[in-house]
């Protein structure tokens, strides 16, 4: 699956940025004022204990929740499995420098690091690290030796190693030797804020994830950037300026007054996104049931009919995989996921269908891991964690997909933004559930207040019972005549 275009939409408390792929919605990632992600972020932290039976520590770092350090994240990358203990690395009160690698949420810590990397387009640099190693994904020969001669200078040159990454098969020594000093120069704003912090402080924060999507696609097939938010625009631009030139010229401003994700079919997307039942081309279908300790997919045959029972199988089984993969990347799903293809009699289409799910779980940039048949005859794979699934974020965790009383609210803001467009007023009001309220009077009070403003100054909240949480109204409380 390869993202040809990127949809960005700022709206009041919200970025919302979809990947497309032909079209087709690949993955969507929502920035919130109340609940930004920390990944990448670094903090001078402090050892509040030392956990024995985890193996792990746990790190304040500024938040009403401690971080998670494991032992595996404490040890040095020249060290593996050397037989230490989290005791013979830690003590309660150490000061320790700490990276998130995944965000806390509801019962989870953050997961952090002790073994920091400073991304950049074509290079991560890890500080306590050594040597080079470069992506799986890059796998020319030729270009393999020739980074690994390049960068080896530059590990001779000063202190920390180097991962490369896919992008770099198309850089050259110039933009390398820029990067390289980019990030070392980073490096040492860090070392010298932390030499004056007290701990818990953060010491570097990460670019925001539009930013960040434009470093991770450098040098990628990308033919259109989309925003629709002048602020954000620029910020993109300049941003690309410097970090991914290449896609300088591809960012453009969005000047429609339809909503950028109504014009480009996007909301239509992001609804399926939420059925648990996909269907298939062939007939057949998926049921997607996501639980606190697993995600299941069941695969279904539906009125797929390929002439017999292990024929029919076997296509629809080949037909899920490659939906499966992509479904996987659009819900964010995380953690063990089980699949319960359709049965096969025979061994060899059980081993070819296995081949062609590992084929196409290579295009996912998380690199899951498919474990493969379990004895129950289940397809079993693991997918690293990174923030909660399209499902969680949406719809806050709930069983049926009706949107959170917090997506609701930044609904019901883009809703009168786009009612005003089309019906200037001089007030509005939003009609909402009491829970839906009380969010826009509390936790996204600023989202409310920018509305407000962007509307002149005079927008009502009115709460009204007997609806579900997902349900509010736009009104005009006096239109203005057109003259």
Known sequence: MIIDRIVVSASPGEVRIAELCDGELASLILDRDYNKSCVGNIYLGRVKSVVHSLQAAFVEIGYSRHGFLALPEVRPHSESNNGKNIQQYLSEGDLVLVQVLRDSEEEKCAKLTMRIGLSGRDVVFLPMGQGVSISRRLDDKNDRNRLTVLMEKFVASGEGGFILRTAAAQANEKDLEAEVGRLRRCWLEIVSRKEKATAPARLFEDIEPACRLLRENGGSQLRNIIVDDANLFAKMCAFAETEAPDLLSIITKYTGITPLFDEEGI????????????????????????????????????????????????????????????????????????????????????????????????????????????????????????????????????????????????????????????????????????????????????????????????????????????????????????T
């Open 267 to 482: 909301e239509d997307m992001i609804e399926a996104a939420l059925d648990p039942v996909v269907p298939l081309g062939s007939g057949g279908n998926l049921v997607f049931s996501e639980m606190s300790a697993l995600t299941a997919v069941d695969v279904n045959t539906g009125s797929a009919d390929y002439g017999n029972r292990e024929n029919t199988a076997f296509k629809v089984n080949k037909e899920a995989a490659h939906e499966i993969g992509k479904q996987i990347r659009l819900r964010n799903l995380s953690g063990t996921l089980v699949i319960d293809f359709v049965s096969m009699r025979r061994q060899d289409n059980r081993q070819e269908l296995n081949k062609e799910f590992r084929r196409v779980l290579t295009h996912d940039p998380l690199n899951p891991n498919l474990i493969g048949y379990t004895r129950l005859g289940l397809v079993e794979l693991t997918r690293r964690r990174q923030r909660g699934s399209l499902f969680e974020l949406i719809c806050g965790g709930t069983p049926q997909p009706e949107p959170s009383a917090t997506s609701t609210a930044l609904a019901a803001l883009r809703a009168v933004i786009r009612h005003s467009a089309f019906e200037p007023a001089s007030g509005y009001t939003i009609e909402a559930h009491a829970e839906v309220i009380a969010i826009l009077q509390s936790s996204y009070l600023r989202a409310f207040e920018e509305t407000s403003r962007r509307l002149g100054g005079n927008l009502e909240l009115v709460p009204f019972d007997g609806v579900t949480r997902s349900i509010f109204d736009v009104h005009s409380i006096c239109k203005v005549r057109s």
